[in-house]
């Protein structure tokens, strides 16, 4: 079995690998992150909830790449009620890709339940992926 010597500490084959697939995971998850920064920059009016709405497709994005893809385990994260909200945010955005001003009239409604979904959804990948992610400090402080 092969070692590797780091300030002090003898590590083996496995958990050399183990930590430069951490590190590639690292950097593939803080260019997600740039990425969905960088469409924010491009837009020049965001409602609260359309900033929250970005979020939740971020945290989503991050979700279904680390597979959980079905419906139900979705529901089984928000409840029933917010898992049918959830479907209807995206049909919103889906229905009105292309009018961006439609899409945060329409998300208006949708507040409280945009905050809620971010909640759970960021909740869930910080215990599962082990991260801190805290999408609300984005939208709060203005980006």
């Known amino acids: 079995m092969k070692k590797l010597k780091v300030k002090g500490l003898i590590l083996k084959k496995k958990e050399v690998g183990e930590a430069n ?6 950097h593939i998850f ?3 992150i740039l990425e969905i920064l960088d469409y924010i920059d491009g837009i020049k009016s965001m409602t609260e909830e359309y900033k929250y709405y970005v979020g939740v497709s971020f945290l989503r994005r991050i979700m279904i790449e680390h597979g959980i893809y079905d419906k139900m385990e979705l529901k089984e994260i928000l409840g029933e009620r917010l898992g049918k909200v959830y479907d209807n ?3 919103i ?17 949708y507040s409280k339940a ?6 759970f ?3 869930y990948i910080n215990i599962n992926l082990q991260v801190n992610l805290e999408i609300k400090k984005f939208v709060v402080e203005g980006i």
């Not at 697939?21 to 690292?26: A, F, S, V």
Request: hydrophobic share 30%; charged share 35%.
């Open 30 to 32: 803080f260019d997600k």
């Open 114 to 119: 945009l905050k809620r979904i971010t909640y």
């Open 121 to 123: 959804f960021e909740k």
């Open 89 to 91: 945010l995206v049909k």
């Open 21 to 26: 697939l951490l590190i590639t995971e690292n």
């Open 93 to 109: 955005n889906g229905e009105n890709s292309n009018n961006l001003e439609k899409i945060q009239n329409e998300l208006k409604k």
